[in-house]
């Protein structure tokens, strides 16, 4: 995720909304143990240091260290100073705009939102000004920017599919204290992954799409159904738009079966985009219908059992999954 | 065909003077070619698209004689008379004029009240907001007729403004307006021929006829936004990205009576004021906002004062010379290493 982050910084290539969960996984023997949250600290750092144009602004990514218990930006603001590293008041709107005008200068900032429901006070700025913008001047004007933050257990934020820079980076909070392994190779500060391409985490009877938190749920399903003799192959899309198709479609040609799991909402989800999608050119090759396994349809709820209970759990993956092949 | 080739030979050489039946048509028409410029100039070499489009100079003065024939002996007749009697050391070569005086917000001092404006500046700025004018004109009929689809916001009244602002700041600063743009467009250097192709749909606009009316882009120049309100934090942004970069430009963000009530705008002023950026806020207060005039939507309607903290200054904005004083006095005041930016209210009185 580091190298995914560096590579919307530097890349001049297509809009993308990136669910990110993890770096890479590999189980070469020098391989480090890196939380999400010093991945993206790392991220940030070694671009801040690579081109004098980036820069970060956001709510409390400065002195602060970095929004209350979430500390991404950590000694950033100490190593980079006033010039680079800018807190915001508290008006997500105007800041939006602000970077945004400024990626349209030839800047290129890393817009923080503290958590993205309140990116939503900004959704004008980010789909109107920095999405479009590349499109409606053909070319003439693009806006590299990067959105990020936490994103809760809430649907995420789509930007306007076009031909322009603009990114939208969305973090599990939960995750950031989560640490993975990260191999030799992906530690370098030139290491990119490409934007668009899913990975397959491990092999067979069912293809289990997610992203984000959930890849880790399925993964665990999956080490379950094992032991009852299923073998579920994981694929982990990393970015939804542009989605990889075609890695699903491979995998659905093999396994026959296909469950998706996302904390989104069902209506308009990952999963519905997912189950269009490969209608066309895996249809005769699924064996059952696909199913979604999704956040329930509403609001958040507080109370700690409901909140539970209105996102997915790995006794649901399982139950999909059983449900599919029909055992 | 032979009575028409005739009579056309015969005409051409009354307005020449040449014997008529000496020659035929096509030698006529050759031999008078050095006068006129029968074939379209050659396609202008691609731009690349970073370079400066400046707008179209004005023709050399008395360019209109010389379509007339070279032959000034024949003085009896009324074009060469014309051309005798006009010189240019006729003419004074700048003037002095007094200008309306700008209320001020939070200001010690206004810009000054007089105003010099040379021959070259007078005659570039009428031509700027004659053009302006004639091709929102045609725009409008246009729109009308259907051609011109969707949003056609029209800047006829408004040039002095456009023209005003332009002259007053630098082709290096920056400027972003809302979607009345036309005329900002063409100021900042697009042509005419690529903005009436970019609202009539066609691949030869500015934008390929992807953006429409709202969405025309040009160096330092960004737009031309639909979202009332959306392009003052993004001025201010670019504002920001010239004090980053520390290139002593400054960014102009027009808004209008409309978008004044918009919350983004204070939460814009606020962080410009905060971090001192070299932005420019100019409201264009034409009294409506929208179909609502601005007594029914605006509890105070002194923009100027709105910025709060941020100085402001009430402007004639239907005066090119007053719009450009109270502009250059706007610059100054917020270029780098001094305080901050500016607020300028064009006022712009209907009819």
Same mark, same amino acid.
């Given at each position: 995720?580091?190298?995914? &982050?560096?590579?919307?910084?530097?890349?001049?290539?297509?809009?993308?909304?990136?669910?990110?969960?993890?770096?890479?996984?590999?189980?070469?023997? $020098?391989?480090?143990?890196?939380?999400?949250?010093?991945?993206?600290?790392?991220?940030?750092?070694?671009?801040?240091?690579?081109?004098?144009? =980036?820069?970060?602004?956001?709510?409390?990514?400065?002195?602060?260290?970095?929004?209350?218990?979430?500390?991404?930006?950590?000694?950033?603001?100490?190593?980079?100073?006033?010039?680079?590293?800018?807190?915001?008041?508290?008006?997500?709107?105007?800041? $939006?705009?602000? $970077?945004?005008?400024?990626?349209?200068?030839? &800047?290129?900032?890393?817009?923080?939102?503290?958590?993205?429901?309140?990116?939503?006070?900004?959704?004008?700025?980010?789909?109107?000004?920095?999405?479009?913008?590349?499109?409606?001047?053909?070319?003439?004007?693009?806006?590299?920017?990067?959105?990020?933050?936490?994103?809760?257990?809430?649907?995420?934020?789509?930007?306007?599919?076009?031909?322009?820079?603009?990114? =939208?980076?969305?973090?599990?909070?939960?995750?950031?204290?989560?640490?993975?392994?990260?191999?030799?190779?992906?530690?370098?500060?030139?290491?990119?992954?490409?934007?668009?391409?899913?990975?397959?985490?491990?092999?067979?009877?069912?293809?289990?799409?997610?992203?984000?938190?959930?890849?880790?749920?399925?993964?665990?399903?999956?080490?379950? &159904?094992?032991?009852e003799g299923v073998d579920c192959e994981v694929i982990n899309l990393r970015t939804i738009r542009p989605m990889d198709v075609e890695c699903i479609e491979g995998s659905v040609m093999k396994t026959n079966h296909l469950v998706t799991v996302e904390g989104g909402w069902p209506q308009f989800g990952v999963g519905a985009e997912i189950c269009a999608r490969i209608?066309?050119?895996?249809?005769?090759?699924?064996?059952?219908? =696909?199913?979604?396994?999704?956040?329930?349809?509403?609001?958040?709820?507080?109370?700690?059992?409901?909140?539970?209970?209105?996102?997915?759990?790995?006794?649901?993956?399982?139950?999909?999954v059983k449900k599919t092949l029909n055992v | 065909m032979k009575t028409m080739l005739a009579i056309i030979s015969n005409a051409l050489c009354r307005i020449t003077g040449r014997s008529a039946g000496e020659q035929t048509v096509s030698e006529l028409l050759i031999g008078l070619s050095e006068f006129v410029n029968l074939t379209s100039p050659p396609a202008a070499?691609?731009?690349?698209?970073?370079?400066?489009?400046?707008?179209?100079?004005?023709?050399?003065?008395?360019?209109?004689?010389?379509?007339?024939?070279?032959?000034?002996?024949?003085?009896?007749?009324?074009?060469?008379?014309?051309?005798?009697?006009?010189?240019?050391?006729?003419?004074?070569?700048?003037?002095?004029?007094?200008?309306?005086?700008?209320?001020?917000?939070?200001?010690?001092?206004?810009?000054?009240?007089?105003?010099?404006?040379?021959?070259?500046?007078?005659?570039?700025?009428?031509?700027?907001?004659?053009?302006?004018?004639?091709?929102?004109?045609?725009?409008?009929?246009?729109?009308?007729?259907?051609?011109?689809?969707?949003?056609?916001?029209?800047?006829?009244?408004?040039?002095?403004?456009?023209?005003?602002? +332009?002259?007053?700041?630098?082709?290096?600063?920056?400027?972003?307006?809302?979607?009345?743009?036309?005329?900002?467009?063409?100021?900042?250097?697009?042509?005419?021929?690529?903005? @009436?192709? +970019? @609202?009539?749909?066609?691949?030869?606009?500015?934008?390929?006829?992807?953006?429409?009316?709202?969405?025309?882009?040009?160096?330092?120049?960004?737009?031309?936004?639909?979202?009332?309100?959306?392009?003052?934090?993004?001025?201010?942004?670019?504002?920001?990205?010239?004090?980053?970069?520390?290139?002593?430009?400054?960014?102009?963000?027009?808004?209008?009576?409309?978008?004044?009530?918009?919350?983004?705008?204070?939460?814009?002023?606020?962080?410009?004021?905060?971090?001192? @950026?070299?932005?420019?806020?100019?409201? +264009?207060?034409?009294?409506?906002?929208?179909?609502?005039?601005?007594?029914?939507?605006?509890?105070?309607?002194?923009?100027?004062?709105?910025?709060?903290?941020?100085?402001?200054?009430?402007?004639?904005?239907?005066?090119?010379?007053?719009?450009?004083?109270?502009?250059?006095?706007?610059?100054?005041?917020?270029?780098?290493?001094?305080?901050? +930016?500016?607020?300028?209210?064009? @006022?712009?009185?209907?009819?």
């Amino acid at each position: 995720m580091a190298a995914s &982050l560096r590579c919307f910084l530097r890349s001049g290539k297509r809009a993308v909304l990136v669910a990110v969960r993890r770096g890479i996984h590999s189980s070469s023997p $020098a391989a480090v143990q890196v939380t999400v949250r010093d991945a993206l600290n790392q991220a940030m750092d070694e671009e801040l240091e690579r081109d004098e144009r =980036v820069f970060l602004l956001g709510e409390e990514v400065a002195q602060y260290d970095g929004a209350y218990k979430l500390q991404v930006s950590r000694g950033l603001w100490k190593k980079y100073g006033d010039k680079r590293i800018i807190d915001t008041p508290i008006s997500e709107m105007g800041f $939006a705009g602000i $970077a945004v005008g400024a990626a349209m200068a030839g &800047l290129r900032p890393i817009c923080e939102f503290m958590t993205f429901n309140f990116s939503m006070q900004a959704i004008d700025q980010v789909i109107n000004s920095a999405a479009k913008t590349y499109y409606m001047s053909a070319g003439l004007q693009p806006v590299p920017i990067v959105f990020r933050g936490p994103n809760g257990a809430s649907a995420g934020v789509a930007a306007q599919h076009s031909q322009c820079f603009a990114a =939208v980076f969305l973090e599990n909070e939960l995750l950031y204290g989560v640490p993975f392994e990260m191999s030799d190779e992906s530690q370098s500060k030139d290491f990119t992954i490409p934007i668009g391409k899913a990975k397959v985490e491990r092999q067979s009877h069912v293809t289990l799409v997610s992203h984000s938190r959930f890849v880790g749920h399925c993964l665990d399903a999956a080490a379950v &159904l094992a032991k009852e003799g299923v073998d579920c192959e994981v694929i982990n899309l990393r970015t939804i738009r542009p989605m990889d198709v075609e890695c699903i479609e491979g995998s659905v040609m093999k396994t026959n079966h296909l469950v998706t799991v996302e904390g989104g909402w069902p209506q308009f989800g990952v999963g519905a985009e997912i189950c269009a999608r490969i209608m066309e050119p895996a249809f005769n090759f699924l064996d059952a219908p =696909v199913t979604r396994v999704t956040g329930v349809d509403i609001p958040m709820p507080y109370a700690k059992i409901l909140e539970e209970n209105s996102l997915p759990q790995v006794k649901d993956i399982i139950f999909s999954v059983k449900k599919t092949l029909n055992v | 065909m032979k009575t028409m080739l005739a009579i056309i030979s015969n005409a051409l050489c009354r307005i020449t003077g040449r014997s008529a039946g000496e020659q035929t048509v096509s030698e006529l028409l050759i031999g008078l070619s050095e006068f006129v410029n029968l074939t379209s100039p050659p396609a202008a070499a691609a731009v690349p698209p970073q370079a400066r489009r400046l707008p179209p100079k004005p023709p050399p003065a008395g360019g209109a004689a010389q379509l007339v024939s070279s032959r000034t002996d024949q003085t009896d007749r009324p074009g060469a008379r014309v051309v005798a009697s006009r010189s240019l050391s006729d003419f004074t070569p700048q003037a002095t004029f007094d200008i309306k005086k700008c209320d001020v917000h939070r200001l010690e001092a206004g810009p000054p009240v007089r105003a010099e404006l040379t021959r070259e500046q007078g005659l570039q700025y009428y031509r700027t907001m004659q053009t302006v004018r004639r091709m929102e004109l045609k725009a409008d009929q246009l729109y009308k007729q259907k051609i011109i689809r969707g949003f056609c916001h029209l800047y006829d009244g408004q040039e002095a403004c456009a023209a005003g602002i +332009e002259a007053a700041i630098n082709p290096s600063d920056h400027l972003i307006t809302a979607y009345r743009a036309h005329g900002y467009t063409f100021t900042r250097g697009v042509s005419i021929r690529e903005i @009436l192709a +970019e @609202l009539t749909g066609r691949r030869g606009g500015v934008a390929k006829g992807k953006g429409g009316s709202m969405h025309m882009y040009a160096p330092h120049f960004y737009g031309g936004n639909g979202i009332v309100g959306a392009q003052v934090p993004l001025g201010a942004g670019i504002a920001l990205a010239c004090q980053y970069q520390g290139n002593n430009q400054i960014c102009v963000t027009l808004y209008g009576d409309g978008a004044a009530n918009q919350g983004q705008l204070f939460e814009t002023f606020n962080m410009a004021a905060l971090w001192k @950026l070299p932005c420019i806020f100019v409201c +264009e207060n034409n009294k409506y906002g929208m179909g609502t005039s601005v007594e029914r939507a605006s509890a105070s309607t002194d923009y100027y004062k709105r910025g709060d903290f941020i100085p402001g200054l009430r402007v004639d904005g239907m005066d090119v010379l007053c719009v450009r004083e109270a502009a250059k006095f706007a610059a100054d005041h917020c270029r780098a290493g001094k305080v901050s +930016e500016a607020l300028l209210l064009l @006022l712009l009185p209907l009819g």
